[in-house]
């Protein structure tokens, strides 16, 4: 892959990384409202599909759902997976 091809991809996973934080902000903002929330499936497939580091920032950044076991366990288990993933991807990239 070329620089700019790896560039677009790291800028891409950053932006949904964000996105990622602002559903969870926006959650914790609905809850203290006492308003409809988002879907805990819809913040989790957020985390699932590369916003994990995103996601577990906004968890303790904010102190939001760090009492559920499949937050406080399943996102951190997303990003070392992730990261493993990634680290397979870069190994066989720059290895081979």
């Known amino acids: 892959m070329t620089k700019e091809l790896w ?3 790291l800028s891409l ?3 949904w990384n964000l996105v990622t934080f602002c ?3 926006a959650d914790k903002s609905l809850a203290r409202r006492g308003r ?3 879907r805990e ?3 989790l497939l957020a985390a699932f ?4 580091p995103g996601a577990l920032f906004a ?3 904010l102190r939001h759902k760090t009492l559920h076991k499949k937050f406080t366990l399943g ?3 997303m990003l070392i997976l992730q990261a493993g993933f990634a680290i397979f991807l870069l190994s066989r990239h720059f290895f081979s």
Not at 49 to 52: A, C, I, L, V
Request: proline share 4%; aromatic share 12%.
């Open 23 to 25: 559903l969870y902000a």
């Open 13 to 15: 996973l950053a932006i």
């Open 41 to 43: 499936r819809t913040l």
């Open 7 to 9: 560039l677009t991809l």
């Open 59 to 61: 968890m303790y950044s």
């Open 75 to 77: 996102i951190p288990a």
């Open 49 to 52: 599909f590369g916003g994990s």
């Open 36 to 38: 409809r929330r988002i």
